[in-house]
Nanobody, 124 residues
Framework: QVQLVESGGGLVQAGGSLRLSCAAS????????MGWFRQAPGKEREFVAT????????AYADSVKGRFTISRDYAKKVVYLQMNSLKPEDTAVYSC?????????????????WGQGTQVTVSS
């Protein structure tokens, strides 16, 4: 099993940057593909970014491509989401997730472990 704790959310002006962190517990961090999802008020959860177990493959939602970067630090057991050029429409609760499946995983149903989420608010 793995437990996930997100941090780094907050309030930022449009055009600004934030870096989210997701700290994972357990000894098998490298066995999990990791993903970031977000959910805005009144909307369904949506895929943001994912990184494979080896870190060799990443994928992004079209809405964040070129602005967000996902990475992982195996020694620290942390997954990051660097968010640049933030827009008001990026406002949401961001959650990280872990999956024991291989490959690039865009579907929330592929993930068995979730963090509690961190709020990101982008003001215009």
């Amino acid at each position: 099993q793995v437990q996930l704790v997100e941090s780094g959310g907050g309030l930022v002006q449009a055009g600004g940057s934030l870096r989210l962190s997701c700290a994972a517990s357990g000894r098998t961090f490298s066995s999990y593909g990791m993903g970031w999802f977000r959910q805005a008020p009144g909307k369904e959860r949506e895929f943001v970014a994912t990184i494979s177990r080896t870190g060799s493959s990443t994928a992004y939602a079209d809405s964040v491509k070129g602005r967000f970067t996902i990475s992982r630090d195996y020694a620290k057991k942390v997954v990051y989401l660097q968010m640049n050029s933030l827009k008001p429409e990026d406002t949401a609760v961001y959650s990280c997730a872990a999956s024991a499946r291989s490959g690039v995983l865009r579907m929330s149903s592929s993930y068995g472990y979730w963090g509690q989420g961190t709020q990101v608010t982008v003001s215009s």
